[in-house]
């Protein structure tokens, strides 16, 4: 009776511990499409591979196309050589001050979207630094949800290196670290609610050894147009849309007029003679600091260039 009894309670402590079990949470699933709304004002921040990008204008006339009638608006921010802790947006004071200038132009143009693309260094430095990395990564998408509330972030990663002939050095080792720093982004960005894109996968993935055999780099880091052309069709992809599947001299109408409006925007938020404008040496031609703004007109008077010639390719597109 004794071993009946303990047998029994033993099956009711089984059961209700049975009962209790709750299952885990499910982890956040990643998003393959990113849902642009019309009117959205989409702003590209990062280092090097993003601020080239205006020197071609290849990213926006293919999301522009992919989008269709749905009408954004895209301001480059990027600055070569930039770090998540803002080191080549300040000019003669401490990082700190390159993030009070990106506050600065958020404020300015109050992003709805906002896609990043950082951590190429890494590639050199290994990954001994990627719990800084990551730490000042979440510092960063702080101070934009602060600036730019309610903007949807979009993380990128950088795109893999060229081995190109000698004397430019082999990328290989270089781009197995931007393989595991791409690894620890994904599991950042959707720690931290955001779209992910993996660029380094979608261009290719490590690289196979040797030297490439179709260079799209100049010197195995820095993209060529032809380079451009593909990275932004597969951001495009990346974003869940479909690249348009036009010949590259049917976008140049459009591109003439991005790259028009890049130019403009440059000049608006970074002149060349900042420092005279806004710096210490203000007390010199401080007094044409007024004649900033008065880019925004123009600027958006290239906006509106943009989605007519858009809107000219697409109707010629349906009366084929």
């Known amino acids: 009776m004794i071993v009946k009894a303990i047998l029994l309670s033993l099956a009711l402590v089984c059961t209700a511990s049975a009962q209790d079990v709750t299952p885990p949470a499910a982890k956040p699933a990643e998003k393959t499409t990113f849902e642009f709304q019309d009117g959205d004002r989409v702003v590209l921040i990062g280092n090097t591979v993003i601020e080239r990008e205006q020197r071609y204008a290849t990213f926006e006339p293919r999301l522009a196309l992919a989008l269709g009638d749905t009408k954004v608006t895209v301001r480059n921010l990027a600055w070569s050589g930039d770090t998540v802790f803002g080191h080549a947006r300040s000019y003669f004071g401490p990082p700190e001050e390159g993030l009070q200038r990106l506050t600065t132009h958020l404020e300015l143009l109050k992003p709805t979207v906002v896609m990043l693309c950082y ?101 195995g880091v820095h993209y060529t147009a032809e380079g451009y052309a593909k990275l932004s069709s597969k951001l495009v992809e990346g974003l869940g849309l479909t690249p348009p599947a036009i010949a590259p001299a049917e976008l140049d109408p459009i ?46 008077q290239a906006d509106g260039k943009i989605q007519a010639a858009k809107a000219a390719l697409l109707a010629s597109k349906k009366q084929l």
């Open 119 to 219: 951590g190429s260094e890494l590639a050199f430095e290994k990954l001994g630094g990627l719990p800084d990395f990551l730490s000042g990564y979440r510092s960063y998408l702080e101070l934009i949800r602060k600036n730019a509330p309610g903007a949807r972030i979009i993380i990128v990663t950088p795109p893999p290196l060229e081995t190109l002939p000698p004397p430019l050095p082999d990328q290989t080792d270089a781009n197995k670290s931007l393989s595991s720093f791409r690894d620890a982004l994904r599991k950042f960005a959707l720690s931290q609610n955001t779209y992910f894109i993996d660029l380094f996968e979608l261009m290719g993935g490590i690289p196979k050894t040797g030297v490439a055999s179709k260079a799209l780099t100049e010197n």
């Open 255 to 300: 591109r003439r007029e991005v790259l028009a409006k890049d130019e403009l925007f440059f000049n608006r938020w970074r002149p060349q003679n900042e420092t005279y404008l806004f710096g210490f040496r203000k007390h010199e031609q401080g007094q044409n600091a007024k004649e900033i703004p008065m880019f925004d007109p123009l600027i958006d």
